[in-house]
């Protein structure tokens, strides 16, 4: 069972041909109203994969706390542990340019009213997957990792959107999921050299932490470190539409493989295949792949991993 602690959003989305410099307004597209939140995004990921998934999130009053449970409830996520805080649910406002390149202004909403107390109800056991990312109040996610850990829990941590993290916080996880730029920025954060390359900074964070730590390189594919090894797989090659959610889908993706008892190398080939896939689609949450599709991707001649 994989529990998701984490936001739940509205995705308000518009395309527009490049992105707005400051100061500057740009003609869009008709705005589109998409399920999102990096905790719903990576939960339904895990979902679509095939996991049995419990979501740990806060709504709001509004209206649009039914259009961001959409497609949890369609696809069978288990909401019993939801609450509604406050008067409204978060929204992410997207901008998406022709080259599929994205900004991003997140309003938090109900996920700032998140706790870890909303997860004590029915928490994760031993040989459960505890997934975490950076929408909701940090200290709320340490506390829910510290519980999580100590019932025998794997713990996964999506920095994303990045924070600076302390050292003695990354105690409290099994698994470090980051992009290249964040990793970079992490390295720096702790005062340690961010490297050449993503792999190289994944392996300086593995071996100062003493953690699996896991990044996605975009189209080179993604590469882990654990132990002093490496593993590094590649991306499937796509003409991207949209890349937002992309990560979500990767880290969703990875999670469900890993509780399903498969191997670090396996579970990182079906999420950077997915990963690739959800760029191929406008939108996050309509553009994660499920667990057929991923499977034809990499057993496909067109597959590289």
Not at 105 to 117: D, F, I, M, Y
Not at 206 to 213: D, F, H, I, N
Request: aromatic fraction near 2%; charge should be negative.
């Amino acid at each position: 069972m994989i529990t998701v602690f984490g936001s739940i959003n509205i995705d308000l989305v518009c395309r527009t041909s490049h992105l707005p410099r400051p100061g500057e307004t740009v003609p869009g597209s008709d705005y589109q109203l998409i399920p999102g939140g990096k905790g719903a995004n990576q939960a339904l990921a895990a979902r679509r994969a095939g996991a049995s998934v419990r979501m740990v999130g806060a709504v709001g009053a509004d209206d649009m706390a039914a259009i961001a449970l959409g497609e949890l409830e369609k696809d069978g996520v288990d909401l019993g542990a939801l609450v509604r805080r406050g008067p409204t649910t978060g929204m992410a406002i997207i901008t998406v340019d022709d080259e599929a390149e994205n900004t991003i202004v997140l309003s938090p909403g109900a996920n700032a009213r998140l706790t870890a107390a909303d997860l004590a109800s029915n928490p994760p056991g031993a040989g459960d997957t505890l997934l975490l990312q950076m929408e909701v109040p940090f200290a709320e996610s340490l506390a829910a990792a510290r519980a999580a850990r100590a019932a025998g829990a794997r713990v996964l941590l999506s920095i994303a959107p990045f924070l600076p993290i302390e050292r003695a916080a990354l105690a409290e996880v099994d698994i470090i999921l980051v992009n290249e730029t964040e990793a970079a920025d992490l390295a720096r954060h702790l005062g340690l050299e961010a490297g050449a390359g993503g792999p190289e900074t994944v392996a300086t964070l593995s071996k100062a932490l003493g953690k699996t730590v896991i990044a996605t390189l975009g189209s080179e594919g993604a590469v882990a470190s654990a132990d002093g090894a490496e593993i590094l797989v590649p991306a499937l090659p796509v003409v991207p539409v949209d890349t937002t959610g992309a990560g979500d889908t990767f880290a969703g993706v990875l999670a469900a493989l890993l509780d399903q008892g498969e191997s670090l190398e396996t579970a990182l080939q079906f999420a950077a295949v997915a990963g690739s896939l959800s760029c191929t689609q406008a939108g996050a949450q309509p553009s994660f792949p499920r667990r057929s599709a991923i499977e034809a991707a990499l057993n496909g001649p067109s597959s590289n991993a």
